[in-house]
């Protein structure tokens, strides 16, 4: 059993960063590719980014891509999501998840995850 607890969030000005933290206990962390996740208020829980087992491999939805970035550090078990440049369209509850897969892939959807964290609330202000 995974347990990963999401920190990090909270209410931002447009145009400002946050940094976002991932960490897992309970299991072994090498198994396991990270993904990030975010649900706005009346949407659907949408992928935002993981990271692959291996710490050189992470990607980005194209949304995001040049704002985001993925940083993995197995040493802490611990996943980050960096975020520049927000946006209001960027309030949401993240997510991140946990999901066994090969050394370079990183699952897309829900369905590729077994474990999943509380959340932390972003909120970004225009």
């Known amino acids: 059993q995974v347990q990963l607890i999401e920190s990090g969030g909270g209410l931002v000005q447009a145009g400002g960063s946050l940094r976002l933290s991932c960490v897992a206990s309970?299991?072994?962390?090498?198994?396991?590719?990270i993904g990030w996740f975010r649900q706005a208020p009346g949407k659907e829980r949408d992928f935002v980014g993981g990271?692959?087992?291996?710490?050189?491999?992470?990607d980005v939805e194209d949304s995001v891509k040049g704002r985001f970035t993925i940083s993995r550090d197995n040493a802490k078990n611990t996943v980050y999501l960096q975020m520049n440049g927000l946006t209001s369209e960027d309030t949401a509850v993240y997510y991140c998840?946990?999901?066994?897969?090969?050394?370079?892939?990183?699952?897309?959807?829900?369905?590729?995850?077994?474990?999943w964290g509380q959340g932390t609330q972003v909120t970004v202000s225009s």
């Open positions: 990271a692959s087992r291996r710490v050189d491999t992470t």
């Open positions: 309970g299991g072994n962390f090498f198994n396991y590719a």
């Open positions: 998840a946990a999901g066994r897969a090969g050394p370079w892939y990183i699952p897309r959807h829900d369905y590729g995850y077994e474990y």
